[in-house]
Structure formats: C-alpha cells, structure tokens
C-alpha cells in the first residue's frame, strides 16, 4: 500500500471506492476473550450494534451477570470455536495462557485491542507478539484508541477513529465493517510494522502541544519577571513602598496581554519567513528548515493559546475593581481630592484614550474568539478552503492590527514619559510591539502588486533560473528548438 493510502478511512458511507454495496448487515457472531472493563464495554456495543456475541472467560458462572444478558459467556475453548472474529481483550502477560486454544485458533481473526503502559516498553508491538504466538491466525491490529467509556456511549461522545492495521487486507476489511457498524470510522494504518506506532498514540500527551505550551510558559516568566521588576521591585528601592500586593493579579493582568499578543503575532510570523524564503530561492520546491517547518505546524496551537491569555486578561481586568486594594486606593484619592477642594479631576484625553483602549479591546478578542472556534474540526469540516483561509489568514491579520492598536492606545504619550522607564527599562508594551510590527510591516510589503505577483507566480510552481524549451520556425519554413530563461 502506498503511503498516500495510509492515514486514511477504509470505507465510506456507503463502502470502498468502486464498490458502492452496503456493509455486510449485523447478525454475525463475534467473540470476545476477557472479563475486564474494555471486554464489557466492547460487548455492550457489539450487542447493541446487532452482533451475536460470545464472551470467552475463564470463570464464566462469575462473571455472566456483568455483561449483557444477549451476550452469551461461555469458556474461552467454547467461545473461540462459535466465532471466525475474535477480539483479544486481555494483556500481554497473559497471551501466554491462551497457547491451549491453538488449534481451536486455526484460520481465525484475531484483533489485538491492548496497549502498553510506556511508549515502546517493548521491542515489538503487542500485536506482533500476538501474532508470532500464533502464527496460523490472522492478527489485526484495531479499537486500542477507543476508551471504553466511547464504546459504552457510543462514537457521538468520544474520538470517532477505529485505526487498523494487519498484513492481510481481507482482514481489514472485515474489522472495518464491523468499526462502522458499530459507528465508528475505520481508517487504514497500512500493514503490521504500523501496529507499535498505534499503540504508542494513547500514551502520548497532547504532542502537538508541547512546543507551545513551553513558549507560553517562557514568555509569560519573561514577561513577568519584567514586570514584576518595574512594578514592584522598584517602587519598593526607589521609594521605600511596599507593592507585593500587586503581584497576585495586576502583574499576571499586565502580562497576560503580552503573551498574548506576541503569541498571536508568531502565528503570522513563520509564514512571513517562507514567504521571503520563497522570494530569495525563487521557488516553492526549495525545503524549509526543519525549525520552521515545525512551527508552520504548531500554529494552530499558538494561536488558541494566545487567544486563552487574552481571555484571561479580559476575567482579570474586570476583576481588578472588585479588589480591597482599588478601593482604598478610591477612597484615598476622593480624601485627596476633598482636602485640596478640587471640584473635578476630568481629564478629557485620559477618558477618551481609555474608551477608545476598551473599546479596541473587545473587538480583538471578539476577533480572537472567531479564530479559535473556527479552528475546532466540527467547525472547520463545515468550511470550505477559501471561507476557512478567509477567516484564519484575513481576519487573523485585521485581529492582530487591531491589537496592535489596543496597545498603542494603552500606551499612548507615555513611552515619551522619561518617569515611565524604571531603572531605564521601558514600559512593558514597546517591547511587545516589536515582533507584531514586524510581521505587520512585511504583510504590508508582501501586498504590493509586484511582489504579490511574483509570490503568486512562485506558488504556482514557477522558478527562477529554469530554462523553457520553445519551438520557432526557421526562414526555411523548418521548425528549430530553442531556449529561453524564464526570468524573461
């Protein structure tokens, strides 16, 4: 099978392609050998899927009332030769006991539904082993990413996907109809070799969300530990004033936004880079780095990030006037303003700065809010390619502008304030600015016509450099090759 075969559903709706005929319909009788949690849910499901279904245990009196009264429990010896399709739910450690069924076995499908407790505990996968115990069996690797509480509330509560792999494709075939019948969506992982990365899958951690986790993490210790500096260390050298007070909520809420809004400017960031990549090799064929290739694909994950932080800064932020200290702080300015007799403190550049910061606000995490629903795959299988670019690489830029300006109003005059840079650091915010800047300035670069031309010829596969043959006739009235450079 071709790698593009892999990776991909064994059957469709209404079965293969060429092969529009329905799925075999339910009523064939499949066996289950094991008493454990997945054994029960997976018998419930096959019951309830209209499969016959024998349950094989070694103390079938025990553990009858614990399954489906349509279920019949029997001993694995009579269980095994009442069915051709036999899923294995039971360890690894215990393969081993069932070498006596051996030649009750002969000819049968056997479908490995285990995993490991470590990724690669052992040098060959489960199924392999199973299969080398015995080989006159057919062994089918499937069901080992499906829980047993998606197999009990069936595939609209949990992941939809039945991976599968075997050396023998009738097998496949036949595990995939039974996948479907049951309401799940068998997809093909190509043969045995595949079986070890399958049963890796269920103990990885969230993979693709590494990288961007800890990116998170380090700007939001840089943005911190900045500020916290400015906002608290200094006050307490300088002034003898004790700020700790500050650190629970206003110095998360002022760094927050930050992460934020770098985080959003470095999912626009690595595409930028392969656009000016593309222009300097004057190709699209040309690999990327193995580092930004990585991040072209960890982008989706920046970006919801950045739209968590900003959520957060938005709960923080209308929390900050519920906090003892701003009421004191209230109280302590209306006391000032009375002993100095000041009717009013309006400042009308000051209102209108901050109704014009909140009002920037809202719109850019409204923005961010659209980006981050329209990323979830029941949403973004409703798009089609232009409306689902539309949203994420348009309106992504017009969000990030947009924060932009939700930054430069909150800064206003004040980066000209020399009493604004505490220990001659700069606010906070100008550094913010420099990447999304960046990536704003090269967007607005790549928009002019002859570069967006040129960028758009690129990606449809022209090269530069690359010669074209041509045919011209001759004063003979004879046809001569030539060449010609397709820079002209």
């Known amino acids: 099978m071709s790698r593009g075969d892999m990776a991909k559903p064994l059957l469709g709706h ?3 392609e060429g092969d529009c005929s329905p799925p075999p319909p339910a009523g064939r009788t499949v066996g289950v050998l094991g008493s ?9 499901r096959l019951v309830s899927s209209g499969f016959r279904v024998v349950v094989g245990s070694r103390n079938p009196k025990r553990k ?6 349509a279920a019949e429990v029997t001993f694995q010896a009579e269980a095994v030769k009442k069915a051709d399709v036999i899923f294995v739910a039971i360890f690894r450690e215990h393969y081993s006991t069932l070498c006596d069924l051996a030649d009750v076995l002969v000819g049968k499908i056997l479908v490995d539904v285990s995993n490991n407790t470590e990724i690669n505990h052992h040098k060959e996968s489960n199924a392999e082993y199973l299969a080398s115990l015995f080989p006159a069996c057919t062994v089918v690797k499937a069901f080992n990413v499906v829980s047993a509480w998606t197999l009990q509330s069936g595939a609209r509560d949990g992941n939809k996907q039945v991976l599968i792999c075997s050396n023998n494709q009738e097998a496949k075939r036949t595990i995939a109809e039974i996948a479907q019948t049951m309401g799940f969506t068998p997809v093909d992982m190509g043969c045995m070799s595949s079986a070890c990365e ?33 906002q608290v260390i200094h006050p307490y050298i300088r002034e003898q004033k004790n700020k700790l007070y500050k650190i629970p909520i206003e110095v998360v809420n002022t760094t927050l936004p930050c992460v934020s809004y770098v985080m959003l400017s470095l999912v626009y960031l690595p595409g930028v880079l392969a656009a000016c990549s593309q222009l300097y090799y004057g190709t699209k064929y040309q690999r990327f780095p193995d580092w930004l290739d990585q991040w072209l694909q960890h982008r989706k994950q920046i ?28 109280i302590e300015t ?32 409204g923005l961010l809010s659209l980006l981050a629903i329209t990323s979830l795959p029941s949403i973004a299988n409703s798009l089609n390619w232009r409306e689902f670019s539309f949203i994420q690489s348009s309106l992504g830029f017009i969000a990030l502008v947009i924060s932009t300006l939700h930054t430069l109003t909150y800064g206003w005059s004040r980066a000209f304030d020399e009493n604004q840079y505490k220990f001659y650091l700069p606010p906070t915010y100008t550094l913010t600015l420099l ?41 003979t009235g004879e046809f001569s090759s030539g060449e010609t450079s397709s820079n002209v």
Request: hydrophobic fraction near 55%; proline fraction near 5%; charge should be positive.
């Open 435 to 475: 990447v999304p800047c960046t990536v704003i300035i090269a967007k607005v670069i790549f928009s002019l016509p002859c570069i967006q031309h040129r960028l758009l010829r690129i990606r449809r596969g022209w090269e530069k450099g690359r010669y074209v043959k041509f045919v011209l006739p001759s004063a």
């Open 334 to 365: 209306a006391v000032k303003q009375a002993v100095e007799k000041k009717m009013t403190i309006w400042v009308e550049e000051e209102v209108w700065r901050m109704e014009i910061y909140i009002s920037v606000g809202i719109i850019a995490l």
């Open 14 to 16: 209404g079965g293969t």
């Open 36 to 44: 454990g949690d997945f054994a029960r849910s997976l018998a419930v």
């Open 198 to 230: 399958i049963e890796n899958i269920p103990l990885r951690l969230l993979p693709a969300w590494k990288i961007p986790v800890f990116l998170a993490l380090g700007l939001f210790l840089c943005f911190f530990t900045y500020n916290l500096i400015r």
């Open 64 to 69: 009858a009332s614990l399954f489906p009264a």
């Open 303 to 330: 970006g919801l990030l950045s739209f968590f932080c900003a959520a957060l800064h938005a709960v923080y932020s209308l929390c900050l006037p519920m906090r003892r200290s701003h009421r004191y702080l209230l």
